[in-house]
């Protein structure tokens, strides 16, 4: 393996010490990314020249490029999205804890929804969470089997939401296809070993994208507003989307939403002209090359770690 990064925090005592591990070869750097158009549609049809990606400020040259669906996923046959979606790596993690007490019925259905709405996958991540961590991998096809899962989870303990988050992205590090997380929380955290910027190091490391589905009370404003700040940095991070919940008719049109986006997704893959071997985090910027298109968002990972030397 060419090129590894490691990155292991420890932020609590020796005594029950545990240390999330990455290692990656970091030749090839693979962005994904979704464009946006001002009536929130997603923008398809363009091609390796529209686009332009920079690190740390330089233009690097693409050397990979893979268009998405020109049409919506949502609209296809079964048979297209059994065949478009085997290697999809899809996390759901459902806060548990105590705090979320009051949203757990909407929780439950809105887990049910999701599995009712995500493609065909061999590997399908539930994670439930409170002071602990309850990660168990499935094939989508057992979804009697998780809906009695989820209904049996209840509200209770404190929150560890950083670690839960992390205990995804360690388990399926090395796992190959597109990664996506969906956290289902009200973004609270009150038991966690690792810290706000230890956690967001982990997802800055991993190649998930992540969307995040914000529950609590809104009349609640600043309550809502402090607890949004990791969901949304996450969510910001690995280019993926974030978005308040309040019905199920809206987490309906959330997880359509989340499936177009992942498959109207370009693929873009450059080999870094920074040759430095240091470990330090390299921002990404991806811009479109042409003036015509008009003003459209780029949504995209915002970075990595490069290689580092081992001592």
Known sequence: MLGAVVLALAAWPAASQQVFEFES????VSVPVAVIADDDSFVTGLEVADFRVFEDGVEQEILVFGAGLDESWVELPPDQKEELSRRQVI?????????????MDLLHEAAIKFLTNIPRTEHLFVISFDENIRLSEYSSDDQRIIANRIY???ADGWTALYDAVAT???RIWDYEGQKTLAVLSDGADS?????FSDALDLVKLSDATIHSIQFGDRTRHNEVFHNARFLRAISETSGGSYAL???LDQLDELYDRILDELYSQYSI???????RREGRYREIEVRLAREDLGELEIRARRGYYG????P
Not at 91 to 102: I, K, N, Q, R, T
Not at 191 to 195: A, K, M, P, V
Request: no cysteine; proline share 5%; net charge negative.
């Open 91 to 103: 996390g759901l993690l459902l806060d548990s804890s105590g705090s979320m007490e009051e949203d």
């Open 152 to 154: 049996d989870i209840e």
């Open 269 to 275: 893959g450059y080999v870094s002209s920074n040759t």
């Open 307 to 310: 290689p580092l030397d081992p």
């Open 168 to 170: 995804f992205l360690d």
């Open 191 to 195: 038991r966690s070993t690792l810290s």
């Open 25 to 28: 070869g970091v030749d090839l």
């Open 245 to 247: 919940a309040s019905s």
